[in-house]
């Protein structure tokens, strides 16, 4: 387990004086008016031999890059990031010299997303090395932020579910439990949003280019994984075993990515696995002059790393996803394997105290039988046995509630790439359907027939009778121990609606767990002028670990003093963002002005487009007012940021629509200081660290039921912004805990959708909608047979048209956002409202829930290396 030996570069002191480790203690942003945790006190001043960083930080350049000095705040990143990596690295072994004597039970959360931004400044914040790599940086002439923002964002997942995965790395780390994450190297992250004549255009995300000072290539650590071929029975003595031969081979190569956590000495792992061909090169092949067929087998296994998929819940059934899938968890399960063999043997039985395993949503099923493969072909254990042990150590998380998310294959292409692990679900589903039928016995035969059918593993098309797939979500509930959904009233859904009838069945299997989010990343260090406040206001910071001590703000929700204080940094941070929308646009946006902020995935149920046709409104009305009246109007800034899936049409058409409309209100010299609208390119992990310390308002605005939770919504409540939603995923639970009237919470309620699509053709539009609608298919905005689509889409009423309700929610939304703004035009109770967020969110930590998982379905206990 150790990686010693394996570091770079240079050690050793350029000035000869020892420099003290400085983990744990306060962020040196925020020193001074804060004061320091005993706990934190007694481990600072344990030192260790680390080498000085401004001669460490030249060493690295001078040895790894070949530079005298750093020119470049480029090169002054190098040099910093490969020399905290050392320290990250002395860590990650003490760790793990650490777990490997005492073994205990591990978790491992296999994701095919791992959206984790940038690392130097969580690292160097979560290691308490801030101070001292500041300090070291000032000396050699650059300002740490600078250099920080010379990283590029490590962007392998698609949005909330990713996050979710790299937020629950830091707790994980933070709390001291023994786990890993797993996925998949992607040589081509997130694709780069860039904007083309206000259309979406998308760029390869080539992030690797400059080499990742966070990633450990473990050479030799690498398995073989196999696709295609043949399934065949052999005789071994008397026994007959199932032999699979693929047809295709690549190798899994593991690259180790250090996860620190904060005020700990723990530093966990996320391991990450890149596809390699099993023969480099055929010389025969190119000897013979076919160069192209020399290099086939590499391109083929590299294509499987490659790219991580655009596709956030729209149907892109493609095999190569599944290979994607099938490769990160076959690596990832021989991995564990492995070192569970070496320490227990062969008593698989030991297997569930030792690790278990949680599926990020649905990517990781493929888990179910490639467990029992391991098991049962490769390990000789009896069916029985294999499949206890494997219920006992999977766990399901579900993420969604979109039909189409939720992960369906052909048999055929299972069957084609996966052969073995076909026959092997086929098995599952037969002993599956049988138990059925004796646990639903009282049934009537007909309903007990139907009631078997409906929750078949393998099932029918219903769009394509010639069709059968495999329900991936259903494999995932018969084979876990516990099924989770991610806030309450998705949790809910899961139990009540998506998978009812497995819930009749396994109540107890079914459990809530609301997402979090690490205050470290989303507070602290993304908003050390807010953290220093807090810290002041409270005394310590312990809140970055408790978030529970948030709470103890509300006391000072309505003090005048505290309010300014509040509000200067509210405003340093509009500011900052303000000088962002300049560079990217080349407009200065008036900083006095409301900032209005919906970032997110742009998708149909997430209703931007119900955001944009407010702001239609807005700018309509604003147009119509005389100067005096305009005087009193509150002034705001709009800003929308995500990324649409590339071959999702009508996503792209919102965003469209969004630079539409922002490109006549910005140049309109009468209301464009009332009134601006801006689409933030590129949105990713860094971007949302800029934009939401500075949001004021948040628009969490999904058609109710149908946002599994949120975990943006999170971000800007810990960071005092208030939120205009519906009552859908986290904001509810947002809501009860930051007090429901101060939350601009509007429209129709998750269990009246059904009613209400039903009856959508009847609904008689509000008339402010009748004439918006009027003014895009007008041309107001131009590009109207563009945006035709998007009209007919919610107005044209055809079956499933309008199907996330936009309409019905336009006239609740708008008196909401009048309400907005009378609340704001007092801004003393704005900024009460604001602190009340923050005091709020203690439940968001992410620290919260993964303490809920480990003691509630992983049952993995705390395990702390000495400091
Ligand atoms: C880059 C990125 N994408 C997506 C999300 C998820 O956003 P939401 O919860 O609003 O869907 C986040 C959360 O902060 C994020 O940082």
Same mark, same amino acid.
């Given at each position: 387990?150790?990686?010693?030996?394996?570091?770079?570069?240079?050690?050793?002191?350029?000035?000869?004086?020892?420099?003290?480790?400085?983990?744990?203690?306060?962020?040196?942003?925020?020193?001074?008016?804060?004061?320091?945790?005993?706990?934190?006190?007694?481990?600072?001043?344990?030192?260790?031999?680390?080498?000085?960083?401004?001669?460490?930080?030249?060493?690295?350049?001078?040895?790894?890059?070949?530079?005298?000095?750093?020119?470049?705040?480029?090169?002054?990143?190098?040099?910093?990031?490969?020399?905290?990596?050392?320290?990250?690295?002395?860590?990650?072994?003490?760790?793990?010299?650490?777990?490997?004597?005492?073994?205990?039970?591990?978790?491992?959360?296999?994701?095919?997303?791992?959206?984790?931004?940038?690392?130097? !400044?969580? #690292?160097?914040? &979560? /290691?308490? @090395?801030?101070?001292?790599?500041?300090?070291?940086?000032?000396? $050699? %002439?650059?300002?740490?932020?600078?250099?920080?923002?010379?990283?590029?964002?490590?962007?392998?997942?698609?949005?909330?579910?990713?996050?979710?995965?790299?937020?629950?790395?830091?707790?994980?780390?933070?709390?001291?439990?023994?786990?890993?994450?797993?996925?998949?190297?992607?040589?081509?992250?997130?694709?780069?949003?860039?904007?083309?004549?206000?259309?979406?255009?998308?760029?390869?995300?080539?992030?690797?280019?400059?080499?990742?000072?966070?990633?450990?290539?473990?050479?030799?650590?690498?398995?073989?994984?196999?696709?295609?071929?043949?399934?065949?029975?052999?005789?071994?003595?008397?026994?007959?075993?199932?032999?699979?031969?693929?047809?295709?081979?690549?190798?899994?190569?593991?690259?180790?990515?250090?996860?620190?956590?904060?005020? !700990?000495? #723990?530093?966990? &792992? /996320?391991? @990450?696995?890149?596809?390699?061909?099993?023969?480099?090169?055929? $010389? %025969?092949?190119?000897?013979?002059?076919?160069?192209?067929?020399?290099?086939?087998?590499?391109?083929?296994?590299?294509?499987?790393?490659?790219?991580?998929?655009?596709?956030?819940?729209?149907?892109?059934?493609?095999?190569?996803?599944?290979?994607?899938?099938?490769?990160?968890?076959?690596?990832?399960?021989?991995?564990?394997?492995?070192?569970?063999?070496?320490?227990?043997?062969?008593?698989?039985?030991?297997?569930p105290?030792?690790?278990c395993?949680?599926?990020?949503?649905?990517?990781?099923?493929?888990?179910?039988?490639?467990?029992?493969?391991?098991?049962?072909?490769?390990?000789?254990?009896?069916?029985?046995?294999?499949?206890?042990?494997?219920t006992k150590c999977l766990n399901y998380?579900?993420?969604?509630?979109?039909?189409?998310?939720?992960?369906?294959?052909?048999?055929?292409?299972?069957?084609?790439?996966?052969?073995?692990?076909?026959?092997?679900?086929?098995?599952?589903?037969?002993?599956?359907?049988?138990?059925?039928?004796?646990?639903?016995?009282?049934?009537?035969?007909?309903?007990?027939?139907?009631?078997?059918?409906?929750?078949?593993?393998?099932?029918?098309?219903?769009?394509?009778?010639?069709?059968?797939?495999?329900?991936?979500?259903?494999?995932?509930?018969?084979g876990s121990s516990a099924v989770?959904?991610?806030?309450?009233?998705?949790?809910?859904?899961?139990?009540?609606?998506?998978?009812?009838?497995?819930?009749?069945?396994f109540?107890?299997k079914?459990?809530?767990?609301?997402?979090?989010?690490?205050?470290?990343?989303?507070?602290?260090?993304?908003?050390?002028?807010?953290?220093?406040?807090?810290?002041?206001?409270?005394?310590?910071?312990?809140?970055?670990?408790?978030?529970?001590?948030?709470?103890?703000?509300?006391?000072?929700?309505?003090?005048?003093?505290?309010?300014?204080?509040?509000?200067?940094?509210?405003?340093?941070?509009?500011?900052?963002?303000?000088?962002?929308?300049?560079?990217?646009?080349?407009?200065?946006?008036?900083?006095?002005?409301?900032?209005?902020?919906?970032?997110?995935?742009?998708?149909?149920?997430?209703?931007?487009?119900?955001?944009?046709?407010?702001?239609?409104?807005?700018?309509?009305?604003?147009?119509?007012?005389?100067?005096?009246?305009?005087?009193?109007?509150?002034?705001?800034?709009?800003?929308?940021?995500?990324?649409?899936?590339?071959?999702?049409?009508?996503?792209?058409?919102?965003?469209?629509?969004?630079?539409?409309?922002?490109?006549?209100?910005?140049?309109?010299?009468?209301?464009?200081?009332?009134?601006?609208?801006?689409?933030?390119?590129?949105?990713?992990?860094?971007?949302?660290?800029?934009?939401?310390?500075?949001?004021?308002?948040?628009?969490?605005?999904?058609?109710?039921?149908?946002?599994?939770?949120?975990?943006?919504?999170?971000?800007?409540?810990?960071?005092?912004?208030?939120?205009?939603?519906?009552?859908?995923?986290?904001?509810?639970?947002?809501?009860?805990?930051?007090?429901?009237?101060?939350?601009?919470?509007?429209?129709?309620?998750?269990?009246?959708?059904?009613?209400?699509?039903?009856?959508?053709?009847?609904?008689?539009?509000?008339?402010?909608?009748?004439?918006?609608?009027?003014?895009?298919?007008?041309?107001?905005?131009?590009?109207?047979?563009?945006?035709?689509?998007?009209?007919?889409?919610?107005?044209?009423?055809?079956?499933?048209?309008?199907?996330?309700?936009?309409?019905?929610?336009?006239?609740?939304?708008?008196?909401?956002?009048?309400?907005?703004?009378?609340?704001?035009?007092?801004?003393?109770?704005?900024?009460?409202?604001?602190?009340?967020?923050?005091?709020?969110?203690?439940?968001?930590?992410?620290?919260?829930?993964?303490?809920?998982?480990?003691?509630?379905i992983w049952h993995?206990?705390?395990?702390?290396?000495?400091?």
């Amino acid at each position: 387990m150790s990686l010693r030996g394996l570091q770079t570069g240079t050690r050793g002191s350029a000035s000869g004086v020892p420099v003290q480790s400085a983990r744990h203690v306060i962020p040196a942003r925020s020193r001074g008016a804060l004061r320091v945790s005993a706990v934190a006190e007694a481990e600072r001043t344990a030192t260790s031999s680390s080498p000085a960083p401004t001669g460490d930080i030249t060493n690295k350049l001078k040895y790894l890059f070949g530079k005298e000095a750093a020119e470049t705040p480029k090169d002054a990143y190098h040099g910093t990031a490969w020399s905290v990596r050392e320290r990250l690295i002395d860590s990650f072994d003490k760790t793990h010299e650490h777990w490997k004597k005492e073994d205990p039970k591990f978790i491992y959360y296999l994701s095919a997303e791992f959206l984790m931004g940038r690392s130097l !400044t969580n #690292t160097v914040y &979560n /290691l308490g @090395l801030e101070g001292e790599y500041a300090d070291a940086l000032r000396q $050699l %002439g650059y300002d740490m932020e600078k250099v920080a923002d010379a990283e590029r964002d490590a962007a392998l997942g698609n949005g909330g579910l990713g996050r979710l995965a790299a937020c629950f790395l830091d707790s994980i780390a933070t709390l001291d439990l023994p786990g890993w994450g797993y996925g998949i190297r992607y040589k081509y992250g997130m694709f780069k949003q860039v904007l083309k004549n206000g259309y979406q255009a998308e760029q390869p995300d080539i992030w690797l280019t400059s080499g990742n000072p966070w990633e450990i290539r473990r050479d030799g650590l690498r398995f073989e994984v196999g696709f295609g071929g043949r399934v065949e029975r052999k005789k071994d003595g008397n026994k007959e075993v199932t032999v699979w031969t693929p047809s295709e081979k690549v190798w899994a190569q593991a690259y180790d990515n250090p996860i620190p956590g904060f005020s !700990t000495p #723990t530093t966990s &792992n /996320l391991r @990450l696995w890149d596809a390699q061909p099993i023969s480099e090169f055929d $010389l %025969g092949a190119f000897n013979a002059g076919d160069y192209d067929r020399a290099m086939l087998d590499r391109e083929r296994a590299e294509a499987i790393s490659a790219v991580l998929y655009p596709n956030d819940s729209t149907p892109e059934g493609k095999e190569l996803r599944l290979k994607q899938q099938y490769f990160f968890v076959c690596a990832s399960l021989q991995d564990v394997l492995s070192r569970f063999k070496a320490t227990h043997g062969t008593k698989f039985e030991l297997l569930p105290d030792k690790a278990c395993f949680q599926l990020n949503d649905t990517h990781p099923t493929i888990a179910v039988a490639e467990l029992m493969r391991l098991l049962v072909d490769v390990e000789g254990l009896d069916w029985d046995a294999a499949w206890t042990i494997t219920t006992k150590c999977l766990n399901y998380t579900n993420h969604t509630v979109m039909p189409e998310a939720l992960e369906k294959w052909p048999v055929k292409v299972m069957a084609k790439m996966l052969p073995r692990h076909m026959e092997i679900i086929e098995v599952i589903n037969e002993g599956w359907t049988k138990w059925l039928g004796g646990h639903l016995k009282e049934l009537k035969a007909e309903e007990r027939a139907k009631r078997i059918s409906a929750m078949s593993i393998i099932h029918e098309n219903p769009w394509n009778k010639e069709e059968m797939l495999v329900n991936m979500a259903y494999l995932a509930v018969v084979g876990s121990s516990a099924v989770n959904g991610v806030a309450a009233i998705h949790s809910n859904i899961v139990k009540d609606e998506i998978l009812n009838d497995f819930y009749q069945i396994f109540p107890s299997k079914f459990q809530n767990k609301t997402n979090g989010v690490t205050p470290r990343r989303w507070l602290a260090w993304c908003n050390p002028e807010l953290a220093s406040l807090i810290t002041e206001t409270l005394g310590s910071n312990e809140w970055i670990n408790d978030t529970e001590k948030l709470s103890a703000l509300r006391a000072h929700a309505s003090d005048p003093t505290f309010q300014k204080k509040w509000a200067a940094v509210k405003h340093a941070k509009k500011e900052k963002l303000a000088a962002l929308i300049k560079k990217i646009h080349g407009d200065s946006v008036n900083t006095n002005a409301l900032f209005d902020i919906q970032i997110k995935r742009i998708h149909e149920y997430k209703r931007q487009y119900l955001n944009v046709l407010s702001i239609i409104w807005r700018y309509k009305q604003l147009k119509k007012m005389t100067p005096e009246q305009r005087k009193k109007a509150v002034p705001r800034v709009c800003l929308i940021g995500g990324k649409a899936a590339s071959a999702y049409d009508m996503a792209k058409r919102i965003i469209r629509l969004v630079t539409a409309v922002g490109d006549v209100i910005n140049k309109d010299p009468e209301t464009k200081d009332l009134l601006s609208l801006y689409f933030l390119p590129d949105y990713n992990v860094t971007l949302a660290e800029t934009i939401i310390p500075a949001a004021e308002l948040s628009q969490h605005i999904s058609t109710a039921g149908t946002e599994a939770s949120g975990t943006s919504n999170m971000k800007f409540q810990m960071n005092g912004c208030l939120i205009i939603g519906t009552w859908d995923g986290a904001n509810i639970e947002i809501a009860e805990e930051t007090g429901v009237d101060n939350v601009f919470v509007f429209g129709v309620r998750a269990d009246e959708i059904n009613q209400l699509r039903k009856e959508r053709k009847n609904f008689k539009t509000d008339p402010r909608w009748d004439e918006i609608m009027k003014d895009i298919e007008g041309g107001m905005f131009g590009d109207k047979d563009y945006f035709k689509p998007l009209v007919d889409s919610v107005n044209n009423m055809k079956v499933g048209n309008d199907w996330f309700l936009v309409a019905n929610d336009f006239a609740a939304y708008l008196d909401a956002q009048e309400e907005v703004d009378k609340v704001y035009k007092d801004q003393s109770e704005w900024l009460r409202r604001s602190i009340m967020y923050t005091a709020g969110s203690g439940k968001f930590s992410s620290d919260r829930t993964i303490r809920e998982y480990a003691e509630d379905i992983w049952h993995v206990k705390p395990s702390r290396p000495a400091a």
